[in-house]
């Protein structure tokens, strides 16, 4: 069996917003509570677990997703007005890139996470 992530924790500020935020623009399935987080489903392998913490760091979370994917989810940021950029230090700057000859846009949730989108993986030194 191959080894799988099954699930991480996203610390926010509001567990209920959080996960219906990542429902709506990713288009993850939004399952809901268990224990006392709130769940959302990224695909057969995958949940995100919605916690409320007062105080946390920001975290990065990527997701490489399909071509279509990518323009269904862009079009929702761009139908929210949420801000978007062409890399991590430059998240807001309305650009998307074309690394590795796909697509890829950064954005915030609305607990300052730093969320990717990309069509192609990295190029890794040594592959």
């Known amino acids: 069996m191959a080894i799988t992530l099954n699930h991480t924790i996203v610390p926010c500020l509001n ?21 006392h987080f709130i769940v959302v489903r990224v695909n057969n392998t995958l949940c995100l677990d919605f916690d409320n913490r007062d105080k946390f760091d920001s975290n990065h979370y990527a997701f490489k997703v399909s071509e279509q994917e990518f323009d269904e989810i862009f079009g929702r940021l761009q139908a929210e007005s949420i801000r978007y950029g ?18 890829g846009a950064y954005f915030r949730d609305p607990n300052g996470h730093l969320l990717e989108i990309l069509t192609v993986d990295y190029e890794m030194p040594g592959q």
């Not at 288009?27 to 268990?34: N, P, S």
Request: hydrophobic letters at 30%.
């Open 86 to 103: 062409s890399g991590p230090m430059t998240s807001d700057n309305m650009e998307i890139n074309h690394n590795y000859g796909g697509r």
């Open 15 to 35: 567990k209920e917003e959080s996960a219906q935020f990542y429902s709506r623009i990713f288009g993850f399935e939004y399952v809901g509570a268990f224990s």
